[in-house]
């Protein structure tokens, strides 16, 4: 009977020969290709009308600034954002101008939206993620981003690689950067202001905030400018924007003509200070104008 257990039994690995290991299926290795059909995109879209733009309406109020920047842009292109919430996906599903909508791809960490099979599932077929490494910039995730360029989808991509801890951003990494310049296709620089309100990290469900997402002209990078100062330069137009929608267009024009637009770091120091250059939480009685924001050491 042992050709009977031949044949039932699995292969093996002869002696000497390096045992091959099945491919994961899960993080950055899962296959999305069947969420970018004609049945998928149908439900996303009926996902974003049916559910995502009544429930930012309800909570966020969203202001859209910069849109009649986009009218004329034609995808593929990658929007770069800052992050401080999972709402910021949504908002952005549901603001980001039609044309460039219908075949967006957010671009998630393979480590919190792929974890599992059944959560990269989930993120695939409601939000059409796409799976990539946060902590590096492998070659998966390089293939992964750029596999959906050449299928034509426009990239949501979050720089920071993370939601803000604290309420401010946090310095920029190459991978928006260094995939457009690799794909040679513009970079939308995107500020969203509130969200952190509506959704901060830590908490599970939403409370209502204003918020905002302003948009700014395409960027490409120019000749000779690696991934690095191109990714300086994306963060630099979103602090702009940031400015422009805090202090106007003509103010904040001024202040990037001077070099004197501020960041969207914030102070140096502990997590006390930093909290106190944000301004009271929701729900807190604010200060006076003339107080200051936080206290000079």
């Known amino acids: 009977m042992k050709w009977l257990r031949f044949i039932a039994d699995p292969p093996t690995t002869p ?75 949504s908002l952005l599903l549901a603001t980001i101008p039609a044309h460039l909508r219908r075949d967006l791809a957010p671009l998630g960490g393979a480590d919190y939206f792929f974890k599992s099979r059944w959560a990269g599932a989930l993120s695939a077929l409601f939000i059409g993620a796409i799976p990539i490494e946060r902590t590096k910039l492998s ?18 991509i979050f720089p920071e690689g993370g939601r803000s801890p604290d309420g401010w951003t946090r310095k920029h990494r190459p991978g928006a950067a260094f995939v457009a310049k690799r794909a040679n296709v513009s970079v ?20 209502r905030a204003r918020c905002a997402v ?50 969207l770091h914030g102070p140096d120091g502990g997590a006390w200070r930093r909290r106190w250059a944000l301004g009271p939480a929701p729900g807190q009685k604010r200060r006076s104008p003339s107080a200051k924001r936080w206290p000079n050491i």
Do not use: C
């Open 214 to 263: 302003v948009f700014g002209h395409p960027l490409q990078a120019t000749e000779g400018e690696d991934a690095r100062s191109f990714a300086e330069r994306i963060e630099t137009k979103i602090n702009e924007l940031a400015d422009e929608f805090g202090s106007g267009w003509w103010e904040a024009r001024k202040r990037a003509h001077a070099g004197t637009t501020p960041d």
């Open 188 to 207: 939308i620089p995107t500020y969203i202001d509130g969200t952190g309100r509506i959704l901060p990290k830590g908490k599970n469900w939403p409370t």
């Open 15 to 89: 002696k000497g020969v390096e045992k091959r290991h099945p491919r994961p299926k899960t993080g950055v290795y899962y296959d999305v290709e069947w969420s970018r059909g004609p049945a998928a995109k149908l439900i996303r879209r009926m996902t974003v009308w049916g559910f995502m733009k009544p429930a930012i309406r309800i909570y966020g109020s969203p202001r859209v600034v910069g849109a009649d920047r986009l009218k004329e842009v034609e995808g593929p292109v990658i929007f770069a954002a800052n992050h401080h919430s999972h709402a910021d996906t």
């Open 139 to 156: 070659k998966l995730s390089i293939k992964n981003a750029e596999k959906a360029i050449k299928r034509g989808d426009n990239l949501l």
